[in-house]
């Protein structure tokens, strides 16, 4: 199933939409950005964000995520329900 870029900017997948002829000006703007940052900075970034899915990873080999996966896109709920329901969770908690 796929998404609009809309979509996903609504659901919270992405945090901004850009007409392609400044994705990769924005992407040389971020990328800067993110340079500036001292190393340890940019590490300790990294590891936070991807420790969740590298443990989760490793733990199962990825079948518990991939599992999670399938349910949410055979769930009769349907996938864009489900991601609403997270999305207006995240909102309520102020994240």
């Keep these: 199933m796929n998404i609009n870029a809309q979509t996903a900017l609504d ?7 850009l007409p392609h002829e400044q994705l990769l000006p924005r992407a040389r703007e971020l990328a800067e950005m993110i340079m500036q940052a001292p190393r340890s900075t940019r590490h300790l970034a990294h590891s936070i964000v991807s420790h969740p899915w590298k443990e989760a990873l490793a733990h199962d080999q990825g079948f518990q995520l991939t599992r999670q996966l399938y349910d949410m896109a055979i769930d009769e709920e349907g996938i864009f329900e489900r991601l609403n329901r997270i999305k207006e969770r995240f909102q309520r908690n102020g994240r």
């Design 11 to 17: 659901l919270g997948l992405v945090s901004e939409v």
